[in-house]
C-alpha cells in the first residue's frame, strides 16, 4: 500500500469516527462483510465461507494468523470439549507438518492444548516437503489407538522455509474420516489464487472448516490484515463472545448484526476494512493479477538463472516468488577440496551476499540442507533489481570457491518470456 | 493523534522498511524500549517494570489489553503448573470484581481457565464499587479450603461503568499472602497518572507483577497500543517463545537482544513505538499534562452543572473525565405521578438525547442503577460542547419530566476555575 493511499485511509476512518461512533461502527462492520465476501469471490472459495443468507459462514479481518489459528483452534477445543466433557483436554491431538509455521505450536500453547499434542508429521525431500495424507493416517491412526481425539490440521498452502503447497482435496477428506476439522494457512500464498492459473492450488479447500490468508504479505495492504473465512461462524463466536451491560446495543440486541468482537481476541477492532476496500477499488482486479504475475515471473527468471549456472541447485521447486536455491555440494567438492561442508559453505555464501547491503535474503534447513531463499515479494522490485542479486550471487560465489563465474546468457540478454 | 502526525508516522516507517529489513527490526526493538523506559519513568512505576542492567523487568507494546491479559494470565497459569504439575488446570482460579473488564472472562476461556473459576468478587454502593480486600480475602479463603489454587488477580485502575479505582496497595499485599501474582489493568485512566495530581490511584503499583495501560485510550495516540509492563519477562517469554530456523538469526542467537516476538501473541509486530515517540516528543510532558488536565476540568464542570440542578444526581463520584448521572427517582415520582421507574425513565432519556445526533452518550448499570455516562475524552472537545451537551440534557429531562428547567447559574456563566 502507497503512503498516499495509507494518508487517505487514515483521513477517512479518523474523521469517520468523529462523526459519529455508532454509524461508524455499522459502517465498518457492512463494508467488512461486503469486501470479505468480494475477497471470497475472488479467490474462488466455495459459497460456504461467505456470508448469506441460507449458510452459517462469513469472513472476517483479523490482525495476524497466530489469531487466525489460535482462534479456530479453540473454536475445535470448545466444540469438542462439549461433546465428550470439559476434563478431556490432555486426550486432545492436533496435527500439521514439520513444515507448518510455529505459529501454530505457539497457539496450541496458548489455548491449552499439550505441547506433546502437537502432532508435526514429517516431510521428505521426495514429495518436496508436502504433508501427505499417507503419513498423516500412520500417525493418527496410533493416536486413535491410545485414545487420542483428533480435532484440528493445519494444512498449509505457500509453506514458510519453501512455500510448498500441501495437498488440501486428499487431507480434507482423510480428516474427515476421523471428524477432524482442517484450518488452511495460506498466510503467504493466498493472494496468488486470485489469478486464475494457481487457484488449482487450492482445490480441495470446500472441504476444510476455515480459511485464511495474510492481505499484508502480497496484496498491496499495509500490516496487519489477516483474513479468514469460517464454514460455521457459531463455532468461532459461542467461545469467544462475551457480554456486559456497556457493550449492549440496540443493532446487537436485535440479533441482525454480526458481532464481529465475538470472532476475535481483543474486543476493539480497527476499521481494516477500509484499507482492504481502498486496495481493491484502487488497483482493481486486472492490476491485482498484473502485480502477483510479475513478481512471480521475476522469481522465475532468476530461477532460470540459478539453473543455468551449473555450480548452483534448486533445492525445491518454485512455486510462486520464492527460490529456494544453493552452490551445489559436487561444486564445493570439485573447487574447493572439501574444506566446506555445503552447509557450511551456503551459509557463508549468504553471509557474503547480505554483507554488501545490496540485497537482503534469508536461509532456512529442511530435511537437513541449508539454502537460501531469494524473495521477490517487496511492491517496489523491478527487473534490473533481480538483474543486480543474480550477478552479486554469482559473484560472490566465485570468490568464495576460487573459479570464474561460468560464461552463460545473462539475464539482461536474454530475458526470459515464459509465465 | 492527528492525521499529519499519522501521515509522517506511517512516510518514516513504509521508508524504513524497504531502506534495511533487519535494521529496521533493531531500529524498531532498540525505540520500542527506549519508548517504554521514558513512559515508565513519566508514570513513576517502581524501577523494577523497566529494562535495567540489573533487573528483569520491561516494558512491550501490545494491541489491546485483552492480548495484556492473555499474556500475563497465560504466564501465571503456566508457572504454577510447572510447579504443581500439568493436570491441575481444573484447580487454578483466577480473580476480579464484578467491574472488571469482560476481557477477563475472554482471557481466561482462550487460556483454557474454567469459566466457573472466573471469581467475580461482588463490590457495593457503600464502596463506590471498588474491590476491598475484605471482600476477596472472604473468597480466596472459601477457595482455599476447597483446594482451589490462586494464580492471578486482576485490579482495575479506571473500572469500564464507573471508572473507580481499584485500592492496589492492600490488594497486592493480601495477594502476595496467597503467592498470587496482580496484573493491574489501568487500560483507561493510566494516562491520567502521568500527571503528578493523579499518580496517587498508582500508589501501591510496586507490589504487582504487571501493569498495562492504552495509549490509545487517553493518550493521543492512535489504535491501537497498548503499554505492558512486567517485572519477570522470562515469566512471559517461557510460555510464548518459539524457534524455527527461519526465525534464527544474529542478534537473537547473541541473546544480548530482546525478542519481542516472545512477548506477544502474534510474531509479526508493527512499529508501534514510532507513532508513541512521535506523539511524546510532539507534545511533550507538559503538553499531555495539559491535555489531560483540560478533559478533567471539563468533566469536572459538567458534574458540577449535574449537582447544581436538583433533578439530577451523580451516581458514583466523578475521578477522570467520565460523568454518571441520572435523574433522580425522587424528581421522577414528584414530577411524573410513578409513570415510570427510574431506570426505564433514564434510559428513555438517553435514547431522546442521543436521537438528536448531536451528543453521543452511554450507559452503564451497577447496583441494579441503570445510569448516563458523559465522556469528555474526545481530542477535539471544548468547553463549548459540554456546554451545548449540558444544555440538551436539561431540555430533555424537562421535556420528559413536563416540568420546567430550573434557573441556575448556566455554564457560560460561571465557568468553575478549580481543578
Not at 495437498?167 to 480428516?175: F, G, I, N, W
Not at 504475475?293 to 532468476?302: D, E, L, Q, S
Not at 554483507?355 to 534490473?384: N, P, Q
Request: glycine letters at 6%.
Amino acid at each position: 500500500m502507497e503512503a498516499r493511499q495509507a494518508f487517505l485511509v487514515k483521513c477517512l476512518s479518523t474523521g469517520l469516527m468523529l462523526s459519529d461512533s455508532i454509524g461508524y461502527l455499522l459502517l465498518q462492520l457492512e463494508l467488512e462483510m461486503v469486501v470479505m465476501n468480494w475477497l471470497s469471490k475472488l479467490l474462488q472459495l466455495p459459497r460456504s465461507f461467505s456470508f448469506s443468507n441460507d449458510g452459517d459462514g462469513g469472513g472476517v479481518l483479523l490482525g495476524t494468523t497466530c489469531e487466525a489459528i489460535i482462534c479456530t483452534l479453540l473454536a475445535a477445543k470448545e466444540k469438542m470439549l462439549d461433546k465428550i466433557g470439559r476434563t478431556n483436554t490432555e486426550k486432545l491431538v492436533v496435527y500439521c507438518s514439520d513444515q507448518t509455521h510455529v505459529g501454530l505450536e505457539k497457539a496450541a500453547k496458548i489455548v491449552g492444548i499439550k505441547p506433546e499434542n502437537v502432532r508435526k508429521v514429517l516431510t521428505t525431500k521426495s514429495t518436496n516437503f508436502k504433508l501427505t495424507p499417507e503419513s498423516l493416517n500412520d500417525v493418527i491412526k496410533r493416536d486413535v489407538e491410545s485414545g487420542l481425539i483428533q480435532i484440528y490440521l493445519c494444512a498449509t498452502v505457500g509453506t514458510t522455509s519453501t512455500t510448498t503447497v500441501d495437498p488440501l482435496a486428499p487431507l480434507c477428506e482423510l480428516s474427515s474420516k476421523y471428524n477432524m476439522g482442517v484450518h488452511v494457512d495460506a498466510t503467504y500464498a493466498g493472494s496468488a489464487c486470485i489469478c486464475p492459473e494457481f487457484r488449482h492450488f487450492l482445490d480441495g479447500v470446500e472441504g476444510a472448516s476455515s480459511f485464511s490468508f495474510n492481505a499484508h504479505k502480497w496484496l498491496l495492504t499495509n500490516l496487519a490484515c489477516c483474513c479468514l473465512w469460517v464454514k460455521d461462524k457459531s463455532a468461532l463466536t459461542i467461545p469467544l463472545s462475551t457480554n456486559s451491560e456497556y457493550l449492549t446495543n440496540k443493532a446487537t440486541e436485535s440479533g441482525q448484526v454480526v458481532d464481529y468482537k465475538d470472532w476475535q481476541i481483543a474486543l476493539t477492532r480497527r476499521f481494516q476494512a477500509l484499507k482492504l476496500w481502498m486496495v481493491l477499488r484502487s488497483n482493481g482486479v486486472t492490476g491485482l493479477r498484473a502485480f502477483i504475475r510479475n513478481h512471480v515471473k521475476m522469481a522465475k527468471n532468476f530461477e532460470g538463472q540459478v539453473t543455468m549456472d551449473s555450480r548452483f541447485e534448486i533445492v525445491v521447486p518454485r512455486y510462486f516468488y520464492v527460490v529456494c536455491f544453493r552452490v551445489s555440494p559436487c561444486s564445493i567438492n570439485e573447487h574447493h577440496g572439501k574444506n566446506y561442508e555445503a552447509n557450511e559453505f551456503n551459509h557463508k555464501l549468504l553471509e557474503s551476499i547480505n554483507a554488501t547491503g545490496l540485497v537482503y535474503m534469508t536461509h532456512s534447513v529442511v530435511g537437513g540442507v541449508y539454502f537460501i531463499r531469494f524473495s521477490v515479494g517487496a511492491t517496489l522490485t523491478e527487473d534490473r533489481h533481480i538483474q543486480l542479486a543474480w550477478e552479486l550471487v554469482q559473484g560472490k560465489a566465485t570468490s568464495l570457491l576460487g573459479t570464474q563465474t561460468p560464461k552463460t546468457a545473462s539475464y539482461s540478454d536474454n530475458p526470459k518470456e515464459e509465465t
